[in-house]
């Protein structure tokens, strides 16, 4: 309690009503109060209303940290580690999968992946609160935290995470009793949440006769070549237009009228979701899977003190509706969804209505992004297909997800690259102009993301450095292929290097021989295709990329957890640094015919990224796909 009197700053966690009037009575006695995330859908409700916000905010602050986790070098993936364990034991230790309520919801879509959803649902709870907590044990004296008395709160401090740091002052914020209350105000507001989306939803009382098709893809990229396209399985001999069915999600976004341009145009089979109307016949099962189930799992819960896994159904329930793939089911007999590997929720959702559905459901990779290290909305995730191009890219999941089979087809852009490089000449005119003579050094960066980034803004700041310094070298074109322009226009930069990035971009911009490429304008194949050397950011995809296809491909990477990579210590200052001298260095030695960095890398070390070391990776991939869907 003495802490508590002597708090400079109190910072509420999850602010609810509880937590709240706890920090009330500490403002009295002269803290300022913060808030760091609302959980009470009471207080987000008022803070809606222009005048009780103003009002709450005179009394409560909004908490911004000194310092995020980008900034804190090695925390980001120390802290999905710690993610992935503690989900698993909070699992286990709380033996979820037998509460009442997840067995029911098991027992209702038939299906055990509920477990799966449930998981995915905890790290992120878990996750976020490992980043507020990390970056507050890392801030100055005075702090005090009060945080919602929850199981899964309490699961995390008693592991005592980050227990090497300064300890920190804390209290829960109330007793139990409320928690069921809390649960009651979930309930209503999922439930009306719910009927709002059926009751704005489209229907017919035609009977609809579903077509079929043997697989299923979102619309995602409207290019004909490259690797990043989603026709690829299309070759009008084994697999045709017929038997692909893509989906589009919004048919008004510019995105969505691009997609329905590009489809039309190849005369492939699509469908807009926004536009499917459900029949009226299918609305009894739709109010039973999301407004009867759960009333019936929140009576289920009321004998019991858990409340996690109730929170994650009710997550579960309003992102099934919002994802509208239910709508696809109700007009189309599909034999195989098939989905990128991606963090976003509708990975785990998809899989559980495929069951519901009778259908298949298949997640591919198109990079090796997930191969740097343990991301925790990867590490629970669940399919009957996982399609890959080799062991390390999936490697670090198969613990903690649930494939029932993992195809290991081999790299299937290296087809799509040779015939890229057919054109490369031309391609590179195009994208070099009058610089078509130099050799081309590319530089791949990644977003930065002050919440959340691996890397500090120091270190993108070395990245494009060590890019303008390589410029400086004779008959050089150096070419900064972006994922986007957020880090020019929109990154929020430290305060203190905001300054050197705004000199940097004018710089860039000087030099006649620097190119900025958007991410949008040309595919990574095409730029690796004109590129003499590869440069990534991290331990990202283009190099690993580049190195398959027998180009030079080297990383910048600084606080990767090198231990996690298998091309690590084997090749650490050989094609991967941490250090822009030596980084530049290398460039130049390769230029001068020095060292190679095209045959650095053994052959041997790169099947765990492409199986097969062949060009007939598309092929077998699709082989894989028509032998699992006959």
Request: with cysteine.
């Amino acid at each position: 309690m003495n802490n508590m009197a002597n708090a400079k700053q109190v910072i509420i966690y999850e602010m609810d009503v509880c937590s709240l009037m706890k920090g009330l009575l500490m403002k009295r006695a002269g803290s300022r109060i913060y808030y760091h995330g609302i959980s009470s859908v009471v207080l987000t409700a008022f803070f809606k209303f222009p005048i009780v916000k103003n009002i709450l905010n005179s009394i409560v602050k909004k908490h911004i940290p000194d310092k995020y986790i980008s900034e804190y070098e090695g925390s980001f993936f120390m802290i999905e580690n710690l993610a992935v364990d503690l989900t698993a034991s909070f699992f286990s230790d709380m033996r979820i999968a037998d509460r009442m309520g997840v067995r029911a919801y098991k027992e209702h879509y038939c299906t055990g992946r509920i477990d799966t959803v449930i998981k995915f649902f905890i790290q992120d709870k878990i996750r976020n609160f490992l980043r507020f907590f990390y970056q507050a044990r890392r801030s100055g004296d005075g702090i005090f935290i009060i945080i919602p008395e929850k199981e899964i709160y309490r699961h995390v401090l008693g592991k005592n995470p980050f227990g090497e740091l300064k300890p920190l002052n804390l209290a829960f914020s109330g007793i139990q009793i409320f928690s069921m209350f809390h649960g009651l105000i979930l309930l209503m507001a999922g439930i009306a949440s719910n009927a709002m989306l059926l009751l704005k939803g489209r229907y017919t009382l035609h009977h609809i006769n579903k077509k079929k098709y043997r697989v299923c893809m979102r619309a995602h990229i409207p290019k004909n070549e490259g690797l990043l396209r989603n026709d690829f399985l299309i070759d009008g001999k084994e697999i045709h237009t017929d038997d692909v069915l893509f989906f589009i999600e919004n048919g008004e976004s510019a995105h969505g009228r691009q997609m329905i341009d590009y489809y039309k145009k190849n005369n492939y089979r699509f469908t807009v979701l926004d536009e499917l109307r459900v029949p009226v016949s299918s609305l009894q099962l739709m109010f039973s899977d999301y407004i009867l189930l759960l009333l019936r799992v929140f009576v289920l819960y009321l004998f019991g003190r858990e409340w996690t896994s109730f929170n994650a159904l009710l997550v579960f329930s309003r992102t099934a509706l919002r994802i509208r793939y239910e709508r696809l089911f109700h007009h189309y007999n599909i034999g195989l969804m098939i989905l990128f590997h991606s963090a976003g929720a509708e990975v785990v959702i998809a899989p559980v209505l495929c069951v519901r559905h009778r259908s298949k459901f298949g997640i591919y990779n198109f990079g090796t992004t997930v191969s740097w290290g343990r991301w925790a909305p990867y590490a629970f995730q669940t399919a009957d297909y996982y399609f890959t191009w080799g062991e390390n890219i999936v490697s670090l999941y198969s613990p903690t997800c649930d494939f029932k089979e993992v195809i290991k087809a081999g790299f299937w852009g290296k087809e799509e690259y040779q015939k890229i490089c057919s054109k490369r000449d031309t391609l590179k005119k195009e994208i070099a102009g009058n610089c078509r003579g130099n050799r081309i050094i590319t530089f791949y960066d990644i977003p930065y993301f002050y919440e959340r980034s691996t890397f500090t803004a120091k270190h993108l700041f070395d990245f494009y450095s060590a890019a303008i310094a390589c410029s400086m070298l004779d008959n050089v074109t150096v070419i900064l292929k972006m994922k986007s322009t957020h880090n020019i226009d929109s990154a929020k930069y430290p305060a203190d290097i905001k300054p050197l990035f705004d000199k940097l971009w004018g710089d860039i911009k000087n030099r006649g021989n620097m190119l900025i490429l958007d991410t949008s304008m040309y595919d990574p194949l095409h730029i690796i295709a004109i590129s003499d050397i590869n440069v990534t950011l991290e331990m990202s995809s283009p190099s690993t990329i580049a190195l398959i296809c027998g180009e030079a491909g080297i990383f910048y990477n600084v606080i990767f957890d090198y231990a996690n990579h298998s091309l690590y210590p084997k090749y650490f200052d050989r094609v991967i640094f941490n250090d822009t001298g030596k980084l530049v260095d290398a460039i130049k030695k390769h230029l001068n015919g020095e060292i190679d960095l095209k045959s650095i890398v053994e052959d041997n070390d790169l099947r765990g990224y492409d199986e097969c070391r062949d060009s007939r990776g598309l092929e077998r991939l699709r082989r894989a796909v028509l032998e699992r869907t006959n």
